[in-house]
DNA sequence: AATAAAATTTAACGCGCGCAAAGAAAATCT
DNA sequence: AGATTTTCTTTGCGCGCGTTAAATTTTATT
């Protein structure tokens, strides 16, 4: 750096400014300072940059299971919103294990990231570890909530979303059983049960909830094993059923299929499957899953905004802020 | 650092040592250290410690979209592999756009890493840049190949997978046809319509190719439209159809219900699809998709492997090597 | 026990940059 | 035009560790 100061006529210190940002310096010496940049290609190193700084300009992403295509799709929406705004995304992946959870913010912390996303398993989660990760680093969160964990949390309305699904099925045929995990780590799945019997109450049916064994991160596996089971053994008193998540029904979707069942609501069809997220396959099951899109582009652009508010202010946010945005029905053939 | 080293009682170039490579110093010593880490948690700045170090502990792992579960998959086992050898994997999807590719590596670059493994965009990804990254940091092709870039290039012999899937359709029922994209930029889809011709050619049969509009990375979209229109105008002379990829199958299957055309190898069904890969989603398709399972774990593993080699080997391989994993027929429903 | 080999300590330099203070230069304002 | 503000330059310290070389200690070998 001391060597190209001396070839491009601007002195370190100035050079030090604008690489930790560009309009930090007048315009005419950035000018000139980007002319001499493209003739002689010097590049800072990353390592000495952020040795002495408190903050980098790295944001962690950290997501709990990537092969996940929900996760997938924010992680990527996420990561293009950071590097529009001049930072470094690192996404992390928990690989649907605690432990790469506790390690993945343990690597970031020493990171120094400016701010950090953080899309919890939630229940689950070590919370007091997260708790002090946020006294540390600039922490929002998204998908699942923590109480009092980071400066915000930007989520999915399930309360709204469930019962705009449960109204359409009960207004288009019969009342819709609730098909879940038994013991989900997800606090979404604990809200979207609630949010079913609560609909269910308010539309005067009667709620019926079955829950799938299993463990993991296989929801298709499961959904297909168990639900094909109880589909098998015509457990469900109603011909609809709600699915906790588009992974469950997809996999259910495979079982009635096997079963010869058809799925839709036409008046040849025997019964009716919907899900939750507009997972990016539920375009292409078959019949096309009848399901409610999580809103992932707003969800990220908050999640993203509230972080680099919090991260500009230098301060932490007056109160905790909870983001719930609403959820779309999108109706395909599935229900 | 100085403190740590005075308060456990062990200099500091042998703390230096133990960090770099805890097997590096006595296994005494070693056990000291880490009982006084234990006390006193002390962890090294990991900026300072790059600083001055030619290579660090971080691998860099790049591949040409990560909400392809093909690559998610991939990435995540390669992901682990790294962990457990006590590296820092860096996952660094390209989001299906070849300035990304590029903008990648120059960040990999100045992160000094110890090695990367790279599944390249193939033909559109800039050559030269790879090869000249190759020179300077070791370098593994997996997925896509490109000649003489990196140290070694593992992938899919697809000369054997085609042939053995069309040699599993003829003899079951009719001739298959490949469904393809018409301008792929994987070189994978280009070594599969070659392998199709060949062995087609060998089995005495006409081949036929139909070939999708679309660019970009929506193949099930592009399956399921331009798959479903040729279905409707039966441009298809056997009723048998080979999909270049899963996510093409995927979205022609799809579009098949749509048509109430029955898929599948039964006495009642109209016609065969199968597909080239074992998505994830694969086997939850309706009807299931008879597809070519990739290794994914023996590719990743020997990629792995073979970068360490070369990292450890601090020279480049005598010979470029490529190595190509054998595809496995996975029979389900669909042809 | 004597010798050789391996591991550790001591001491000291340097990496490439952030950062702070004080003065000089340039741009803006009255 | 001068006064004021902004920006830049000069100077120099220090971050936290890597790394080296010589001196010393510990372990292994004969």
Redesign the interface.
């Known amino acids: 750096m001391e060597e190209f100061a001396s070839v491009s006529g601007i002195s370190r210190p100035t050079l030090s400014k604008f690489f930790n940002d560009p309009d930090s310096v007048r315009r005419t010496t950035r000018q000139r300072i980007e002319m001499a940049l493209e003739q002689h290609d010097y ?1 800072p ?7 002495n700084r408190r903050k980098t300009k790295n944001i962690g992403i950290v997501v709990p299971f ?2 996940d ?1 929900f996760f ?2 924010i ?2 929406a996420v ?2 919103a950071c590097i529009d705004a001049g930072y ?1 995304p ?2 992390l ?1 928990s ?1 649907g294990s605690l432990e790469h959870e506790t390690d993945n913010l343990e ?1 970031l912390r ?3 990231p400016a701010g950090v996303l953080l899309a919890p398993f939630g229940r689950a989660s070590d919370k007091d570890a997260i708790c002090a990760f946020g006294k540390d680093v600039p922490l929002v969160l998204f998908d699942a909530n923590i109480e009092d964990a980071g400066e915000a949390f930007i989520g999915t309305n399930n309360f709204q979303s469930i019962d705009l699904m449960v109204d359409y099925l009960c207004r288009s045929g019969e009342p819709p059983c609730l098909f879940e995990m038994k013991s989900p780590s997800n606090p979404n799945a604990n809200k979207r049960r609630q949010a079913y019997l609560d609909s269910m109450a308010r539309q005067g049916h009667e709620a019926h909830i079955f829950q799938a064994d299993g463990e993991g991160w296989n929801f ?2 499961i959904g ?1 094993q168990e639900g094909g089971r109880m589909l098998a053994e015509k457990v469900f008193p109603t011909n609809t059923i709600l699915c906790s998540n588009d992974r469950l029904a ?2 259910m ?2 079982a009635a ?2 079963l010869g069942i058809r799925v839709g609501h036409g008046a040849d069809c025997a019964m009716r499957i919907a899900g939750h997220d507009d997972h ?2 539920s ?6 899953l009848t399901t409610i899109a999580q809103d992932y582009t707003s969800i990220a652009d908050r999640a993203v905004n509230t972080l680099f508010r919090v991260m500009e202010s230098e301060e932490r946010l007056s109160a905790r802020e909870e983001t719930l945005f609403d959820g779309r029905l999108v109706m395909r053939d599935s229900a």
Chains 1, 2 share one sequence.
Do not use: D, W
């Not at 190193?45 to 040795?51: G, L």
């Open positions: 590049r190193n990353v390592y000495a940059m952020n040795q990537l092969a295509p997938t799709e992680g990527r990561e293009l470094s690192i996404l992946s690989h690597s020493s990171l120094k298709e596996e297909s997809i996999g979707l495979s299929y096997g990016p396959f375009r292409f099951t078959c019949p096309p």
